[in-house]
């Protein structure tokens, strides 16, 4: 069975420092990995994906997530956060392709909040 | 190009009545979800429908609940004799194939505000 776990519910951070968002992950096989953002009153966003290749993966805004397979984690992280990173952010994990469709499932999600 | 579109954006009905919910994903892509989100909680998935293959139901949380999708196009969430517990925001996502690992990102639509009085 595949599971996500993002075990804080809220995290708070002043503008300028970085920021890291948590997310482990359960699947079988090798992990698809996602990292969705939800702005007030606007629909989900893509922000980036693992897949394969290389450990850290760039996405949109200027985050960035690391894949660390032995424990298990797709933490998404910023070098320096912004007030209007202030959103709700989604982990999501497919197990790999075996012949079956592996749905996509997300974590609970973890408010960021960014103070000026 | 147009994104994912969901019908109607709000809908507020009285507990017992039926509910249909729209979703037009985008043209081609084969693969489409629906998820359900409750006010300050994370995205609960429901069905998951790929191509031309059986659908996996295996999130809809009793039998009021079904979906269908004809080919690759419109598909449709139906909740019959709604409960109180039922209010939430209803998400439709799309994707394309991306491959044999079908890991393309989901478009997702701006979901549907559904109120049970």
């Known amino acids: 069975a595949q599971s996500v776990a993002q075990p804080e519910d809220q995290v708070n951070v002043a503008e300028g420092n970085p920021l890291t968002v948590k997310c482990t992950y359960s699947?079988?096989?090798?992990?698809?990995l996602f990292w969705y953002v939800q702005y007030p009153n606007r629909g989900l966003q893509f922000l980036l994906k693992?897949?394969?290749?290389?450990?850290l993966v760039k996405g949109s805004y200027g985050f960035e997530a690391e894949f660390n397979k032995s424990q298990t984690s797709f933490h998404l992280k910023k070098p320096s956060a912004l007030v209007s990173d202030s959103a709700l952010y989604f982990c999501?994990?497919?197990?790999?392709?075996?012949?079956?469709?592996?749905?996509?499932?997300f974590g609970a999600g973890t408010r960021l909040a960014v103070h000026p | 190009g147009a994104g994912v579109s969901q019908s109607p954006s709000n809908k507020v009905t009285e507990k017992g009545k039926d509910v249909e919910l729209r979703c037009d994903p985008i043209?081609?892509?084969?693969?489409l979800y629906w998820y359900r989100q409750r006010l300050g909680q994370g995205l609960e998935f429901l069905i998951y429908f790929q191509g031309n293959s059986a659908p996996d139901k295996s999130g809809l949380p009793s039998d009021r609940f079904s979906a269908e999708r004809t080919g690759e196009s419109v598909s449709t969430l139906t909740i019959q004799r709604t409960q109180q517990e039922d209010s939430a925001v209803y998400l439709c996502?799309?994707?394309?194939?991306?491959?044999?690992?079908?890991?393309?990102?989901?478009?997702f639509g701006n979901g549907t505000r559904l109120t049970v009085t």
């Open positions: 999501a994990v497919r197990g790999e392709f075996s012949g079956g469709y592996n749905k996509l499932i």
């Open positions: 693992y897949i394969t290749g290389d450990n």
């Open positions: 043209s081609g892509h084969t693969a």
């Open positions: 699947v079988s096989g090798n992990p698809y």
């Open positions: 996502a799309s994707s394309d194939r991306g491959g044999l690992s079908y890991n393309s990102p989901l478009h």
